[in-house]
């Protein structure tokens, strides 16, 4: 959100300078703080090399990947399922993300309607049956990740932005979903901010989760199901065999039946994921828990997730150790895609959010930074994941989820297995999974329009929501920049 698209003066509010904003993060440990706990043990597998043979591989170990895997064994409890990933344990978007899971497939309904209007019912129906199973599904394999069905809270800090939220309220409704509008004195009745002129709270079909508890229920409950997990075990490059798939990587050659990739912002070894997925970072700040008067002093007892309505948005919630998780605004496209510890810390966007945490919340002034992570998103220019096969349905990716991918991975996860079985069914007949979103261009286009993009957003945001020449190209394309 703009500083300057909030009530009360843009000169009153605190800047990434100030002593009290360079106190918050003085202490602060890069590190995400899902991952970074002993109550979470996320042990890393050791990695494989040599010779191996699996019937399905599936490279990357995050939340699509793991669905995936247990999915196929779903499907046929025999199959011999090998996991590899490149790095540790939740280590990409899957450890360091906020914890909001929602139902949508589709990068919410206004998305969903924009780009699948004739099958969005059939969408959000998937997407509710998807969110009622990944729960069955935590409960069947003992997986305790959490969950707090709570809803989400969209905030407005501006009229024009309370009037973009009061206008979906419709379609959220017709699509089934059971909404409260909030005055100024109702939305600070749920959580006291003094800049919140209005929200729309949606009560159904989304809650919390913690991450680092249902990346590490979801590896335990494979190893336990006979799956196999190898960390730190890189792969290049995938050859077609007379038997299937050859997956290779440094000292590594595995002779595979089938291959599902699951690499989401990191490169793809399919040509399809280079073009349609870039990476961007977000970045995140977690508090030390706060005490009972600080909780107090927020409200906050019915512990909503919530988002804001600018363009260039926050979102923020409570752990369940009642820290506050505050992330978002600043998307950030390295050129060339670039990726990895050297751009994980960020310091002016750090200080920036923590500024702007301390002006949404001034009760927090005093309060500490104990975590600061940045982590990639893979991002579509359709802000929803895209699915596909190759080689006779031998290799099957799902990737892209834009920042919304905590529930859509399992379904994604289920649509590419549907796949590499030749499955003819509801899922893989879906429009948004027949055709790809449209592709990034190369660079330097790719990150000259991407900055334009991420400018234009920023002045809608200071000029009352009002988009420009290029953003109105882009919505009239439909294609876009989000994170």
């Known amino acids: 959100?703009?500083?300057?698209?909030?009530?009360?003066?843009?000169?009153?509010?605190?800047?990434?300078?100030?002593?009290?904003?360079?106190?918050?993060?003085?202490?602060?440990?890069?590190?995400?703080?899902?991952?970074?706990?002993?109550?979470?043990?996320?042990?890393?597998?050791?990695?494989?090399?040599?010779?191996?043979?699996?019937?399905?591989?599936v490279i990357g170990a995050g939340f699509?990947?793991?669905?995936?895997?247990?999915?196929?064994?779903?499907?046929?409890?025999?199959?011999?399922?090998?996991v590899i990933d490149a790095s540790g344990p939740g280590d990409g978007a899957s450890g360091r993300n906020g914890g909001f899971c929602d139902a949508s497939i589709t990068h919410g309904v206004a998305n969903g309607m924009a780009h699948w209007p004739e099958e969005y019912s059939t969408l959000h129906r998937l997407g509710n049956e998807n969110l009622t199973g990944l729960l069955a599904d935590l409960e069947r394999h003992g997986i305790d990740a959490c969950w707090e069905p709570v809803g989400e809270l969209d905030v407005a800090n501006a009229d024009w932005q309370l009037e973009d939220l009061l206008g979906g309220v419709e379609a959220l409704r017709r699509a089934g979903d059971r909404v409260t509008v909030l005055d100024r004195d109702a939305v600070q009745a749920e959580v006291a901010s003094p800049t919140f002129v209005g929200g729309v709270w949606r009560h159904d079909n989304v809650g919390l989760v913690d991450p680092g508890r249902l990346v590490a229920g979801l590896r335990q409950a494979l190893v336990g199901r006979g799956g196999r997990?190898?960390?730190?075990?890189?792969?290049?490059?995938?050859?077609?065999?007379?038997?299937?798939?050859?997956?290779?990587?440094?000292?590594?050659?595995?002779?595979?039946?089938?291959?599902?990739?699951?690499?989401?912002?990191?490169?793809?070894?399919?040509?399809?994921?280079?073009?349609?997925?870039?990476?961007?970072?977000?970045?995140?700040?977690?508090?030390?828990?706060?005490?009972?008067?600080?909780?107090?002093?927020?409200?906050?007892?019915?512990?909503?997730?919530?988002?804001?309505?600018?363009?260039?948005?926050?979102?923020?919630?409570?752990?369940?150790?009642?820290?506050?998780?505050?992330?978002?605004?600043?998307?950030?496209?390295?050129?060339?895609?670039?990726?990895?510890?050297?751009?994980?810390?960020?310091?002016?966007?750090?200080?920036?959010?923590?500024?702007?945490?301390?002006?949404?919340?001034?009760?927090?002034?005093?309060?500490?930074?104990?975590?600061?992570?940045?982590?990639?998103?893979?991002?579509?220019?359709?802000f929803a994941f895209t699915a596909g096969c190759r080689w006779d349905r031998r290799v099957a990716w799902a990737v892209g989820y834009t920042g919304l991918g905590v529930g859509a991975t399992r379904f994604a996860a289920r649509v590419a297995v549907d796949l590499l079985a030749g499955v003819d069914n509801e899922r893989t007949r879906l429009a948004m999974v027949r055709r790809g979103p449209v592709p990034w261009p190369p660079e330097p286009v790719r990150w000259t329009g991407i900055t334009l993009t991420r400018r234009a957003i920023a002045k809608a945001d200071r000029n009352d929501g009002r988009r420009g020449p290029w953003l109105r190209l882009l919505d009239a394309a439909g294609v876009g920049f989000d994170s």
């Open 1 to 57: 959100m703009s500083m300057l698209g909030r009530s009360g003066s843009a000169g009153d509010a605190p800047k990434p300078g100030d002593p009290a904003v360079a106190a918050m993060l003085a202490d602060s440990e890069l590190a995400p703080f899902w991952l970074n706990r002993p109550e979470v043990a996320l042990p890393a597998r050791p990695p494989i090399r040599g010779h191996h043979q699996a019937d399905l591989v």
């Open 64 to 82: 699509t990947g793991l669905w995936a895997a247990h999915q196929a064994l779903d499907d046929e409890p025999n199959l011999d399922v090998l």
């Open 229 to 382: 997990l190898a960390d730190h075990t890189s792969a290049d490059g995938l050859e077609r065999s007379d038997a299937g798939v050859v997956v290779r990587g440094p000292g590594l050659e595995i002779r595979a039946g089938r291959v599902m990739v699951a690499t989401n912002a990191f490169p793809g070894l399919v040509p399809a994921i280079r073009h349609q997925v870039v990476p961007v970072y977000d970045h995140v700040l977690v508090t030390e828990p706060l005490d009972a008067a600080r909780l107090e002093s927020l409200g906050w007892a019915n512990r909503q997730g919530v988002g804001d309505a600018a363009n260039q948005f926050h979102y923020f919630r409570l752990t369940p150790d009642n820290r506050v998780l505050w992330g978002g605004y600043d998307a950030i496209y390295h050129y060339g895609g670039k990726l990895g510890p050297a751009v994980e810390s960020n310091e002016p966007t750090e200080s920036m959010l923590a500024a702007q945490l301390l002006e949404c919340f001034p009760q927090l002034e005093g309060v500490r930074i104990s975590h600061r992570w940045g982590g990639p998103i893979g991002t579509t220019t359709r």
